[in-house]
């Protein structure tokens, strides 16, 4: 038995539009063409390969997966394609499971009546810093050795980017802290500093007021954040001067 495309296509509920397009593309072409009237028919056995492309399609396929396991006569096309959309499924499950944690610790942290902090992750890139490593007593003290990197380096040299690296905080017993400051590639080595790269690191970054009340708490929101999304610190935690605020930036790998 034949059909004229209208009939074929509510058939199987698709748009007329449909299957021109699909015969455009080599996925299911119309069985017969009237030379005359270009009417395009359609056998009833291929009412199955039309349930067959809409089958994959609401699986997740694309038109071209499904043209190349149609096209193809190798039996075990169709099964590769399905372990990809079952591993494609599998990702966005798991996609969607991390995105639903991290809405849940959003709203733990407003249902608290805390004012939340965006925390973003971003990328930076690697710059050369000149800088100045010290064991302080207090976090108070990196302010002097912050003023000896300023004077050690030639303004004609420094570049825009400024901040401290800190390598270790009180709780682990001591304080050590670096001062940096981006410079030229070409600065010479001089006394009084060390020259390095700071390299490119993914970081979570939020920004804060240039106050210890308010780099606290920062610090506390990006910690939180970090074990939220099941990530690790890899790397000193960093403090960059922007104008009037202060971004901190923990660089972090997969935990």
Not at 43 to 50: G, Y
Not at 55 to 74: M, N, P
Not at 82 to 104: C, V
Not at 119 to 131: D, P, T, W, Y
Request: glycine share 6%; hydrophobic share 40%.
């Amino acid at each position: 038995m034949r059909y004229r495309i209208g009939e074929f296509a509510r058939l199987r509920a698709v748009s007329i539009k449909a299957l021109p397009f699909y015969g455009a593309i080599g996925l299911l072409a119309p069985s017969a063409i009237d030379a005359r009237t270009r009417y395009r028919w359609y056998d009833a056995t291929q009412l199955a390969d039309l349930a067959a492309i809409r089958a994959l399609k609401d699986l997740g396929a694309s038109l071209e997966d499904i043209r190349r396991v149609v096209t193809r006569a190798a039996p075990d096309e169709r099964r590769t394609l399905l372990e990809t959309l079952r591993r494609r499924a599998r990702h966005s499950i798991e996609t969607t499971r991390r995105s639903l944690d991290w809405i849940e610790l959003e709203l733990d942290e407003a249902g608290h009546g805390a004012h939340p902090t965006p925390v973003v992750l971003r990328e930076r890139g690697e710059i050369r810093i000149a800088s100045i490593r010290a064991q302080l007593q207090s976090y108070a003290d990196i302010v002097p050795v912050e003023r000896d990197l300023t004077r050690a380096v030639h303004p004609a040299l420094a570049g825009d980017t400024r901040g401290v690296l800190w390598h270790r905080c009180e709780a682990s017993g001591a304080i050590e802290g670096e001062p940096f400051i981006e410079v030229r590639r070409r600065t010479p080595r001089a006394a009084g500093f060390e020259l390095k790269s700071l390299p490119r690191a993914r970081v979570a970054s939020a920004y804060c007021e240039c106050e210890d009340a308010a780099a606290v708490r920062t610090y506390e929101a990006i910690d939180r954040w970090i074990h939220g999304h099941a990530l690790a610190i890899d790397g000193p935690k960093r403090e960059i001067y922007v104008g009037n605020l202060l971004e901190i930036q923990f660089p972090v790998r997969p935990a």
